[in-house]
């Protein structure tokens, strides 16, 4: 079977995420989650899609329990190096978002810069994410995610954004084009892997109104939806969502 543009992408690219301008925000994000949850470190934590384990290994480092989740065994050697680097047990495991084995098991779920949601090939395939992850969860459970605000490639230029936050050695996203009819930007992503191999790839991920990811959420159940500005490292309840934002932040309890 055909790999997907998102499996291509992380199969070889740990150390370069790491490096990448979007990744830089970790402290700040790992800041308001324990603000969020109250600081109770007798939470148990869900990382989706935690990659490289940036997210998992901070809050482990502060004391919570947290079980780091990725389709990419790649990502996830790298967390797996970090962590022992830092003399930290995480539990990290090669696992589909779409098909988390997980019943009623956590308090929190997190779901920061993509976590695998908005970068599936079908609109069913994020429904299925959601579900998951909402089924790993505890009654009374928070969770915490960012996903593309469609908001933004309608008032702005895509390609502007990404030039604008452009460094030297990081991924570039080009020819960047939102289908109106399905709200998806399709583009020509170039990156160089951990070997120095310089890879281009045709990719596509789904960007949300607020509304859908309101609507989606109250399906499955979730009492409350709150809906924010993501800003890299800053997030924050008092930055109300603009069409500057280019992600949202996603605050729902069930």
């Given at each position: 079977m055909k790999k997907q543009w998102y499996e291509s992408?992380?199969?070889?690219?740990?150390?370069?995420?790491?490096?990448?301008?979007?990744?830089?925000?970790?402290?700040?994000?790992?800041?308001?989650?324990?603000?969020?949850?109250?600081?109770d470190k007798s939470l148990k934590i869900l990382d989706v899609g935690c990659?490289?384990?940036?997210?998992?290994?901070?809050l482990t480092r502060r004391g919570y329990?947290?079980?780091?989740?990725?389709?990419?065994?790649?990502?996830?050697t790298r967390a797996r190096e970090k962590a022992e680097a830092d003399n930290l047990s995480i539990d990290f495991?090669?696992?589909?978002?779409?098909?988390?084995?997980?019943?009623?098991?956590?308090?929190?779920?997190?779901?920061?810069?993509?976590?695998?949601?908005s970068l599936m090939e079908t609109d069913e395939m994020d429904c299925e994410i959601l579900k998951n992850v909402t089924k790993s969860l505890k009654p009374d459970a928070k969770f915490i995610f960012t996903a593309p605000s469609a908001l933004f490639p309608l008032f702005n230029s895509v390609d502007e954004f990404y030039?604008?936050?452009?460094?030297?050695g990081n991924s570039m996203c080009s020819n960047n084009n939102?289908?109106?009819?399905?709200?998806?930007?399709?583009?020509?992503l170039e990156f160089e892997?951990?070997?120095g191999n310089k890879k281009t790839l045709e990719c596509n991920e789904r960007t949300y109104m607020p509304s859908e990811i309101t609507w989606l959420l109250k399906s499955l159940g979730y009492k409350t939806t709150e809906i924010f500005g993501a800003r890299l490292g800053e997030f924050s309840r008092k930055h109300e969502l603009t069409v500057k934002d280019f992600e949202m932040l996603v605050i729902a309890e069930t």
């Open positions: 992408l992380f199969e070889n690219y740990g150390q370069k995420y790491d490096s990448e301008s979007y990744t830089q925000g970790t402290v700040g994000e790992c800041d308001f989650i324990e603000k969020e949850i109250k600081y990659g490289t384990g940036r997210h998992a290994i901070e329990s947290v079980t780091g989740v990725d389709l990419s065994e790649s990502q996830l495991q090669c696992q589909d978002a779409r098909n988390l084995p997980f019943d009623s098991e956590f308090d929190v779920a997190i779901m920061i810069c993509g976590g695998g949601f030039t604008s936050t452009a460094e030297g939102l289908d109106l009819l399905t709200l998806r930007i399709n583009s020509i892997d951990d070997s």
